[in-house]
């Protein structure tokens, strides 16, 4: 088995005292080198146990908007008795201060978004088409390096699991 395949070879030419011992590099190479793999995994089973993955989405978006939430009236009620205390205004023009200082940091918020999403899109893009075009590479010298038992073999185990996976969902 080689070495390289799974870990950098340079990690082995490290002092022992190195910050990064064999087992985390070679954990971290494996799930960077796999990450199209999985997040194909994680889509598939979401399609197939739609139910519990609909159940799950929905609970850890209730979750994290309670957070967001929580964090964003814990801001809101800083700033308000921030401003009462500091200028000695009433709870009404405080909460007017507060409104705006709110609406300038919601403006700079989604400035920030809208220079950060096309950015965000072209890595997601290139990542998505440097993937396909690897695991297509990677299938296609498989399936060259296969005789032909192997192939028949391949494809029965795979008409196979495709019957039983719609037998046992449908």
């Known amino acids: 088995m080689k070495i390289g395949f799974w870990l950098d070879?340079?990690?082995?030419?490290k002092p022992p005292g190195f910050a990064y011992s064999v087992g985390r590099i070679l954990r971290?190479?494996?799930i960077k080198q796999h990450l199209d793999w999985l997040i194909v995994v994680l889509i598939s089973l979401s399609i197939v146990m739609y139910d519990l993955t609909i159940g799950l989405v929905f609970n850890l978006l209730h979750f994290i908007f309670a957070i967001i939430h929580?964090?964003?009236e814990w801001l809101e009620l800083g700033i308000e008795h921030s401003v009462e205390h500091l200028f000695h205004t009433s709870r009404h023009g405080s909460q007017i201060v507060t409104f705006y200082i709110l609406l300038l940091?919601?403006?700079?918020?989604?400035?920030?978004?809208w220079k950060l999403l096309p950015?965000?899109?072209r890595h997601i893009r290139l990542f998505v088409q440097l993937a396909w075009e690897r695991r297509k590479m990677e299938w296609e010298a498989y399936w060259l390096s296969l005789t032909l038992i192997n192939k028949l073999k391949l494809f029965s185990t795979a008409t196979g699991i495709i019957y039983l996976g719609f037998f046992f969902v449908t």
Request: proline residues 0%; neutral net charge; glycine residues 4%.
């Open 9 to 13: 070879q340079s990690a082995l030419l």
């Open 28 to 30: 971290r190479d494996v």
């Open 70 to 72: 929580t964090g964003y």
């Open 105 to 113: 940091l919601a403006v700079c918020l989604l400035h920030w978004l």
């Open 119 to 121: 950015t965000l899109y």
